[in-house]
């Protein structure tokens, strides 16, 4: 079958956009660049992280409300494929395809750091590749990343200590589907062990082979 | 046509906690001694949108409210006429 296509969002302010395409293309997925104006034509989606529009009026709320957002919304009713991931998990919250909100720290600062997390749901086509219950490592780095928790929803990911204040821990959330996935750390960031860690490539490697069928 | 000017208050709920405000809090607390017993830091919004009449001009500024400058999951907000 052919390769399957990824396309990453460019939002201005957008900063982890080419860390997401190098990610992808290091699994083997097809990439490219989009914009706000631009049609979807891919498998996957990925919102990437960074400070649409400098995050002034709220986290993610423009980024939001731009044209791209209704092209979102049509492709994961078709059943497409999204990840967002930072300040695109904060968009995905402004869009209301996930539920809850991300607020400031508890601590009130920017938190930069290689975190541990507790992969919650791994029957997910994006986590697929972990073990229930397994402990990995992937950074963080935000201001806005305490989730707070609106009404029930499916937990991947859980911090394994009090990082920001976030409801239950909570680091990572998809819809019941399992279509619509978005989370604070950087798997983007950590697909190499000089990287720190290399346990993010494992949630591109997961959605990858899922959509090649294997 | 003519122009309206409002002020939008926006607010975190009750619920939901507020470290920037908490932290100013502590400062005139323990460092200025004045016995703040309640901060909340929300934002504010001074709006002007050209309509036949107030009534029109306000609901303008609620729909703007509603459709993105207020998050109504975590925030509330009051308009007032200025």
Redesign the interface.
């Known amino acids: 079958m052919s390769c399957p296509r990824a396309q990453v969002v460019v939002y201005p302010g957008s900063n982890c956009d080419r860390d997401a395409l190098w990610a992808l293309k290091y699994v083997g997925f097809d990439t490219e660049f989009i914009d706000v104006r631009s049609k979807i034509n891919a498998d996957l989606v990925v919102l990437p992280g960074g400070f649409s529009y400098g995050d002034y009026?709220?986290v993610g709320?423009?980024a939001a409300?731009e044209p791209i957002a209704n092209e979102i919304r049509q492709f994961v009713e078709n059943g497409g494929f999204v990840i967002g991931i930072c300040n695109g998990f904060q968009i995905l919250l402004?869009m209301e395809l996930l539920s809850?909100?991300l607020?400031?720290?508890?601590?009130?600062r920017f938190i930069c750091k290689i975190v541990e997390l507790e992969v919650v749901d791994n029957s997910n086509p994006f986590t697929r590749y972990f073990l229930k219950g397994e402990r990995i490592r992937l950074p963080i780095a935000h201001g806005f990343g305490?989730y707070?928790k609106?009404e029930d929803v499916n937990v991947v990911l859980r911090y394994t200590s009090d990082v920001n204040?976030s409801d239950e821990q909570i680091a990572g959330i998809s819809n019941f589907r399992g279509n619509i996935f978005g989370l604070m750390p950087h798997p983007e960031r950590a697909v190499e062990k000089n990287l720190g860690s290399d346990d993010g490539l494992r949630v591109f490697l997961s959605i990858y082979n899922f959509l090649r069928g294997n | 046509m003519p122009k309206y000017q409002f002020m939008i208050d926006i607010q975190?709920k009750s619920n939901?906690?507020?470290?920037?405000g908490?932290?100013i809090k502590r400062v005139l607390n323990e460092e200025y001694q004045i016995p703040v017993t309640l901060l909340r830091l929300g934002k504010s919004i001074r709006i002007e949108v050209e309509a036949e009449n107030e009534e029109e001009a306000l609901k303008m500024v609620h729909a703007a409210c509603e459709?993105?400058?207020v998050?109504t999951?975590?925030e509330t907000y009051e308009v007032r006429r200025i």
Request: glycine share 10%; aromatic share 4%.
């Open positions: 009026l709220r709320a423009v409300r402004e809850g909100a607020l400031q720290n508890s601590s009130g305490r707070v609106t204040g | 975190y939901v906690r507020d470290p920037r908490e932290t459709r993105i400058l998050n999951v975590t």
